[in-house]
């Protein structure tokens, strides 16, 4: 029976509606981890032969086969696997999935690129993306601190109202504190697929790197190179966050204030907003995509492994924190 009417006929409490988990990588440990602590009810779905269904037994959760009569009986799910699988896991598990059953996505690439939507409109697509690495996503539900997310019933039919509280109470219950805001499916895509590229995964790894390796060349001790350049990023992009703009520049010394100043109109060209503008143009016309299919993702992860795993950095990196007390 659809999902909604099932709630409208037995009167189901929506808020103790179960999430299928699919997957149990970065994304999923952390979901199904902090919904459990939370009272939320949780199963996680895996492979057959999954590597993984010790360690989800072993952290205490009931373990549901994909493909099995037991998973199709589900009605809501998340698909916390990698990306590039969705297409292949609709295409096999969606023409068995009941009416009226909800998909929730952490990431809107997939379904803006296979038209899920399309292809399976008897299932209730959300977004629902938390704005944390894995890692964090659970740490920060720990510490209590600050979470945010972004959601989208663009592809819900007209029972959204049910759907958006049930929603909003799995965001409560995953430690989201900021939000979870309205987007669609796309502007997440584009702009998750952006910070990445501009700023995240690009300028401050590869920044951090270049600089490093400047002050060793020019005599520094690598510890100290570390610390300015690499552990000192955490602490500074803590106060950034928690401050904002104004308030951060207003922490910052006298010499530092000046030196901003010139990194910013030295670093910060035209040439350079010119590039990083591109690669949103670059994502918006559908080049990126593109570049996307025809990418050998193992390659890729293997040049820039050898880019790193040799460097001073990667050697001090190891060095320090075996060190540490
Ligand atoms: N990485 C992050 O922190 C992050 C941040 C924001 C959004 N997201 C989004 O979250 C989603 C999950 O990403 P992730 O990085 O968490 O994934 P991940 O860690 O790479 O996912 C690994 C898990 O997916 C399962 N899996 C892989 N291929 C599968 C297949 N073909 N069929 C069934 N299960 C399969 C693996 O199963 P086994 O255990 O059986 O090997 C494993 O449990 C993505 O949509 C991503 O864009 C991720």
Redesign the pocket.
């Known amino acids: 029976m659809d999902m909604i009417a099932l709630m409208r006929s037995f009167k189901l409490d929506i808020f103790m509606m179960q999430l299928t988990i699919?997957?149990?990588?970065?994304?999923?440990k952390s979901w199904s981890q902090n919904l459990k602590d939370s009272g939320f009810p949780v199963l996680v779905a895996?492979?057959v032969n999954?590597?993984?269904i010790a360690l989800a037994h072993e952290l205490g959760f009931q373990v549901v086969i994909?493909g099995t009569k037991e998973f199709y009986a589900q009605n809501a799910f998340a698909?916390?696997?990698?990306?590039h699988?969705h297409d292949?896991?609709m295409q096999e598990h969606g023409p068995q999935m009941q009416a009226g059953s909800v998909m929730l996505?952490?990431?809107g690439?997939?379904l803006v690129k296979n038209k899920f939507q399309q292809s399976f409109p008897q299932i209730h697509h959300i977004l629902f993306?938390?704005k944390?690495?894995?890692s964090e996503l659970r740490r920060q539900f720990q510490l209590k601190g600050k979470l945010g997310a972004v959601y989208s019933l663009e592809h819900v039919q007209e029972e959204a109202t049910q759907l958006k509280d049930w929603v909003f109470e799995l965001s409560k219950n995953l430690g989201i504190n900021m939000g979870p805001y309205p987007t669609s499916f796309l502007r997440e895509t584009r702009a998750d697929l952006y910070s990445e590229q501009g700023l995240l995964c690009s300028l401050i790894p590869y920044t951090a790197g270049e600089m490093f390796s400047h002050l060793v060349d020019s005599g520094t001790e690598p510890e100290l190179a570390y610390f300015e350049c690499w552990h000192e990023l955490k602490l500074i992009v803590n106060a950034m966050v928690d401050k904002g703009p104004e308030g951060f520049f207003d922490l910052i010394s006298p010499n530092a204030l000046i030196g901003s100043e010139k990194g910013f109109q030295k670093l910060i060209t035209p040439e350079f907003k010119k590039n990083l503008r591109n690669l949103l143009l670059d994502i918006e016309s559908g080049e990126f995509d593109q570049e996307i299919e025809k990418a050998n993702v193992e390659e890729i992860r293997h040049t820039i492994r050898s880019r790193w795993s040799k460097t001073a950095l990667m050697k001090t990196f190891h060095q320090i924190n075996q060190d540490e007390k």
Request: no cysteine; glycine share 10%; net charge negative.
């Open positions: 699919i997957g149990f990588g970065n994304q999923a895996l492979k999954s590597p993984s994909l698909l916390l696997t990698p990306d699988t292949e896991f996505y952490a990431h690439f997939s993306a938390p944390a690495i894995g």
